[in-house]
C-alpha cells in the first residue's frame, strides 16, 4: 500500500478497511474506549478534558470503529463519546455492548436476560445520541439464561429497528455458530495478541466466514 502525505497525517487511513455486515466499510485500526473512563474501569475519568481530547484525536488521526461499552464506568465511556464527538462525523461507527453488569471497580457479572439486553439498548441508544446502534455485541454469553434467549433478544432488536448489526464476545467456534442460527453474526470480539493465541481456532472460522475478528487487549499493555 502506498503512503500518501494524508496518511501521514491520518495513520489509521493506511491500516486498510473491512467492510462490517456488508455495508460499514471501516479502517483495520480501529479505538478502544474502555479505559477513558476511572480506575478499574469504574467512575468518572480523573482529567475530563483528557479524555475528551483523546477522543477527539482518534478523528483526527483517522479511526472511525470506536469500541464501547455500557459497562465501561458503567455508562462513563458512552456518555463521553457523545460529549466529545456528538454530532457524528459522518462515517464514523461506533460499537457497543451489553450483557454485563457492574457491581464495583474491576468487577464484571454476566446478566443475559432478555429485559435486561433490552434495557441496556434502551440506555445506551440514548448516553450515545443514537437512532440504532451500527453495531451491538453481546458482551458475554450467560450461563444462566438460555442462549437462545440471549441470541433471541439480539435478533428482535435488529428487527425493530434499534440495532443494525449483532456481534458475539469471548465465544466459541460452537458458540458462533449456535448464535448464527438465530441471528446473523457480523463480528467477534476475542482476547488476542502475540502472547495470548487461545482464540486461533475462533480467528481462523471468523476469517473464513468473512466475519469480522476484533481482538481486545490486542496489545497486551505492551
Keep these: 500500500m502506498t503512503t500518501t502525505s494524508s496518511d501521514t497525517g491520518r495513520p489509521a487511513l493506511a491500516s486498510g478497511t473491512f467492510t462490517i455486515g456488508g455495508d460499514l466499510p471501516v479502517h483495520r485500526l480501529g479505538f478502544g474506549a474502555m479505559r477513558i473512563t476511572g480506575k478499574g474501569i469504574w467512575g468518572p475519568p480523573r482529567d475530563k478534558a483528557e479524555?475528551?481530547?483523546?477522543l477527539r484525536r482518534t478523528i483526527d488521526l483517522g479511526i472511525d470503529l470506536i469500541d464501547t461499552a455500557d459497562s465501561y464506568g458503567p455508562r462513563v465511556s458512552?456518555?463521553?463519546?457523545?460529549?466529545a464527538l456528538h454530532p457524528y462525523p459522518a462515517g464514523l461507527v461506533?460499537?457497543?455492548k451489553a450483557g454485563l453488569e457492574r457491581p464495583g471497580p474491576d468487577q464484571w457479572?454476566?446478566?443475559?436476560r432478555p429485559e435486561y439486553l433490552r434495557k441496556c439498548c434502551e440506555g445506551s441508544l440514548k448516553?450515545?445520541?443514537l437512532d440504532r446502534i451500527d453495531l451491538y455485541q453481546l458482551h458475554r454469553i450467560d450461563p444462566k439464561v438460555p442462549a437462545e434467549d440471549q441470541f433471541?433478544?439480539?435478533?428482535d432488536l435488529v428487527q425493530e429497528g434499534k440495532v443494525r448489526h449483532v456481534g458475539l464476545s469471548e465465544v466459541s467456534v460452537a458458540e458462533i455458530e449456535r448464535a448464527r442460527s438465530i441471528v446473523p453474526v457480523v463480528t467477534v470480539q476475542n482476547r488476542y495478541n502475540l502472547v495470548d493465541r487461545e482464540s486461533e481456532k475462533v480467528l481462523d472460522h471468523c476469517e473464513?466466514?468473512?466475519i469480522g475478528f476484533i481482538p481486545w487487549f490486542p496489545l497486551a499493555t505492551g
Design 51 to 54: 479524555a475528551i481530547a483523546v
Design 78 to 83: 458512552e456518555e463521553l463519546i457523545a460529549e
Design 94 to 96: 461506533i460499537a457497543t
Design 109 to 112: 457479572t454476566p446478566n443475559g
Design 127 to 129: 448516553r450515545l445520541k
Design 152 to 155: 433471541g433478544t439480539m435478533r
Design 208 to 210: 473464513q466466514q468473512a
